[in-house]
């Protein structure tokens, strides 16, 4: 407990990625089985207890504190279970700190009623960091800045493996992992493909730069619209059905309609989106869908979820990918008039006769309402991770506005000391007057150089203080470069922007000469 | 013979306690006729008094912080003084050096005014001194049962073994320049660290005091003058000077704060800190409820920090306590 105790309490201080995956390789290498799986399992979010944490808090802290003070406390401190971790009084400790796999087992036999004895008596045999750990720990999501992926990368890094290894083998194996643990240190074979469906690492695309098009053999390549919703992996095999996002974490729970009509034996690849009348709906729409544990009926019927499909990894019990992409499409396309499941169908390859009609089809692509293109090299094999000249995405050209500069705010890491993250405001009227409204948020487009010229501008035109943010001189104009604008409930202005980044600071150009909200407002794509 | 009420001779307003049968003020908000000072920190020792009583370091430090005092009188600690109808002792009161407690006697009642205090050891200064009282002023600052400083070797340790594993990064810990720096340096030395420790401007004359008083710090050189980035060094500077543009002339600088406000989480996500060392110059909360409850005090008055929980918990234990909410009074510079 000590060392994961002091494991958790340095990731949440260290925003670095790789100070992060350092410390946990430490710990890894370091630390015993079962202990480590454990932690593994809690830093993946797949730790196998569930304990009521405010109802038991609730029903000990009585006991062991006063509650006028706790409750002061607690608004001084802002966070529950760090209150009772260094609230709780200091007591002759009975015996040694819990180990992992004690607490998981003792909190599995106990039942419900047994949970505060238990916490009870962890908590008088640790220390503030380790009660802070153990309560996070029983949390069941620890939320210390580290991904499961990460935590992955961590233990495949510790032992000179990849993290597609340990991705294949993921959803086969379950806390403690010891099988896992063995293998890696070369102890055991290598744990059996797991018989439940599991998650390929997937073969992700770069964004085609001037010189990859330049150097582009049309020919080459397949075309296909680029959609505007969230990658995902469907692997149904022995009749039971995942839907695996990018990082692996299966998302079937918030897509019932789905896992329910996808019974085949298939791992395919393809674009998740809510599909209207054989339209795809826009991105918000689909954003209604992810992250729930539960669905309603009127949700199902108001986000029809829908499955664009344009690759195979596997059909039947053949892996597909060693192939080039137009055999493993043939076999995507016989698949499909074999067995088409509702709720999906196949992205199109679009046809074109050389490079200028590529090109054509790519401007075409905003007065379509839609992203961009993907080029697909038609001889490449199906790929982990993000290869080099295989996969391109290329995305509309962005729209811009000229925005002034209203607040900026310190970045993180490298950027601590730099006024790097931006508020920017287009031209409205109010009782007749031209006043600046906030319309969106950029931390990046511009170059080391530029930065630190924007951090001067700020700190010698700072006109107010609100914490950490600070209220510049509205003179600066920002052109904004963005995908899209849509309507918006949630921000003053009335609108939304996806993706604003700096594209060109314009040192040169009037405050008032800035576009106006209604300006941007024409800009918003119409979606069906 | 009846006893006065505290109130009637030792009165808490705007411009901080007034003492009437001594005719003076206690670390006064603004000028004052007459001031005694428990300590040099910029929030209890203010520039404009005609007169000055305090120990001879405070007189000192408060010379290089605002030039000429005017009248002043240095009084050694355990020394009584009869001013007007009063008595007035200084007793050490462990914050920092040359730190007192007033102690004052008047027709049987004594009262003692505790400054702000501590009663960790610490290397830089007198240890705190519990004297028995009827009413015991106090400070707050980490008034809340949350609030349990660690023991500051090990804090210490822990900055040690971050300089092993980020060698490549400088570590700039921010310090409040009068007592924690010089504190800190000397803990640093005590753990077997003798590399030069490179400071911050602002940190230099408080720090050349203590050295001139004996303390030895080591090598303490200017950040300004190092050679390259300082990877791998120790750099402290005041905390305003974290993840300013003052720190971009070192190596990825990793930022560390020395502070009893490193025991909550949220604050040190709020300062961007990486490296909480919880060091602090004030009670934690056992030390408080300690301390009150050793001088005997009957009655409590709390000047300023989280009042509400100490008037609470003394309440619990018969004792008699008021909030005063001291204007002017700074706990977030600890």
Redesign the interface.
Known sequence: MKAFSQLLDRL????ARN?KL?LMRNYFLATPDPDRGYALAALTDGLPIEVPLRRVLAEIGGSR??P??FR??RD????TA??VA??WP?TQAQGDAPRLPEIVAAVARAGRGGHAALLTQWLDRLD?TGRWALLKFLSGAPRVGVSARLAKQAVADAFGHSIGDIEELWHGITPPYTELFAWLEGKALRPPPAATPVFRPMMLAHALEEPDWQAMNPGDFAAEWKWDGIRIQVAARGGATRLFSRTGDDIGQAFPELVDHFRFDAVLDGELLVVRNGGAASFQDLQQRLNRKTVTRAMLTRYPAHVRFYDALEIGAEDLRGLPFTARRERLEAWRRQVDPAHSDLSELLTFAGKEELKARWEAARGEGIEGLMLKRRTSPYLAGRPKGHWYKWKRAALTADCVLLYAQ?G?G?R??FYSDYTFGAWTRKDGQPVLVPVGKAYSGFTDEELARLDRFVRQNTIDRFGPVRSVMPKLVLEIAFDAIQPSTRHKSGIAMRFPRVSRIRWDKPAKEADTLETLKGLITSVS | MAVPPFESWLRPGPSGLYCAPGDFFIDPAGPAPRAIITHGHSDHARPGHAAVLATADTLAIMRLRLGELGQTQALAYGEPLTVKDVTVTLVPAGHILGSAQIVIDYQGQRAVISGDYKRHADPTCDPFEPVPCHLFVTEATFG?????HEPDTAEVRKLLASLR??PERTHQIGVYGLGKCQRLIRLIRQAGYDRPIWLHGALRSMTDYYVSRGFDLGAVPDATDAPDRLAGEIVLSPPSAL???W??RFA?PL?GFASGWM????R??QR?????LIISDHCDWPELIRTVTETGAAEVWVTHG?E??LV??LG?RQIVARALRLVGREDDAE
């Open positions: 949440t201080y260290t925003p100070a350092m504190f006063d006028a003070l002061m406390s001084d401190v802002g966070d760090e209150t260094l609230i200091v503030a310190k993180s490298k601590s000391s | 809340l049962p949350v609030y349990r594993d980020f993840g300013d543009r720190s971009r990825d930022p025991r909550i989480r949220g040190v996500r961007g800190v990486e490296l909480p989280r509400e929980a609470h918990e619990k």
